[in-house]
């Protein structure tokens, strides 16, 4: 009969033994599961940082299990999950804390962010130890670390001979998908088009049937999920250098010990940087094998753009959640 040594079994017999040659046990921490919950695919840059440097780093005491295409929850619902105790990790979206604090949607705010650098600048900032301390306090939930997702462009199923796409007022009537929430409806408003709130997950449904105009995501996104199959151009508007980050159950951090805190924190940092510098690299190699898949890619009018967006914030309600002072400190930190 072969016996399954379960790791906790082969854990215990060789402390026992030590026991027995009169060695002091070795602590070993209990086994925990760290489950992460993520709509991205198995194969998205940040996905792979997470199971190639955040998994192996914590597998002294904890079994990384993640789970992708929104398979384990909805995208959009992972953050609550956290909150209920259901799920331990998420890599979460600005745009999704911005429902629960509106202030949040800075982060979210077209041509805000430069580049990859300064929004992990903006996050280690003194400005964002209050915004981070308040999804502690009210969410039950830390904000580890800072992850690169890129510069969202504008991806249409029309070719630019039917539809060029060089200032906002091109993209009127434009059923342009954005994800769900209310600062990416706002975004895609702001870009001229009319914004169309859908699951990440229908995105790539949704364009071979014509149900959407185009979508929005940085170059690597266009290839990871195929959407170079459904659509004809990609403006480069670079409307959003977005930006994710890797969610934690303060609950699941609060029974760690001292030690293993600096581990997940260490391991969540290199995740990020990893990631980052993969995504980085994707993106300024991926438009000639995008092209070679008969979409056209090209530069519009971005100071059009960059002052119509801007223009929509400025006034806005959304603006007006932003705490005094803190949009000068984040250009602050630009270049
Ligand atoms: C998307 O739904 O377009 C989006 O890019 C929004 C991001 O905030 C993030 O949720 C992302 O999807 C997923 O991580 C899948 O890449």
Do not use: C
Request: hydrophobic residues 45%; proline residues 4%; without cysteine.
């Amino acid at each position: 009969m072969i016996m399954k040594l379960t790791r906790r079994a082969a854990l215990g017999s060789i402390a026992a033994a030590g026991l027995a040659f009169g060695a002091a046990a070795p602590s070993f921490a209990a086994d925990m599961t760290f489950t992460l919950a993520t709509s991205g695919s198995e194969t998205d840059q940040r996905s792979v940082a997470m199971a190639s440097v955040f998994a192996p780093m914590v597998a002294g005491f904890a079994d990384y299990q993640p789970g992708y295409n929104g398979t384990l929850f909805a995208q959009g619902t992972e953050l609550e999950a956290i909150a209920r105790g259901n799920l331990t990790m998420s890599i979460a979206s600005a745009q999704e804390l911005a429902q629960f604090f509106p202030e949040f949607s800075i982060f979210a705010t077209g041509y805000v962010h430069q580049d990859a650098a300064h929004q992990v600048r903006v996050f280690n900032d003194p400005l964002m130890d209050p915004f981070k301390q308040k999804v502690e306090d009210e969410l039950g939930v830390k904000l580890l670390s800072v992850m690169y997702l890129g510069r969202r462009h504008v991806n249409l199923r029309q070719t630019r001979e039917e539809l060029d796409v060089q200032t906002p007022a091109d993209l009127a009537g434009v059923n342009l998908r954005m994800p769900g929430t209310d600062a990416w409806q706002f975004l895609g408003a702001a870009l001229g088009a009319s914004p169309t709130p859908l699951a990440f997950s229908e995105v790539y449904t949704s364009l071979s049937t014509g149900a959407v105009d185009g979508q929005d995501n940085p170059l690597p996104t266009v290839v990871d999920q195929k959407f170079y199959e459904v659509t004809k151009q990609i403006a480069l508007t670079s409307h959003l250098v977005d930006l994710n980050y890797i969610a934690f159950s303060l609950e699941t951090w609060n029974s760690l010990t001292a030690d293993q805190q600096l581990t997940v924190q260490r391991a969540a940092d290199a995740a990020a940087a990893y990631g980052r510098l993969k995504q980085l690299d994707k993106e300024n190699n991926l438009a000639d094998f995008i092209r070679s898949q008969g979409v056209e890619i090209y530069t519009p009018d971005l100071a059009a753009f960059r002052e119509h967006v801007q223009g929509q914030y400025a006034g806005s309600e959304v603006a007006a959640s932003w705490p005094e002072g803190v949009l000068d400190r984040i250009n602050a930190l630009g270049n």
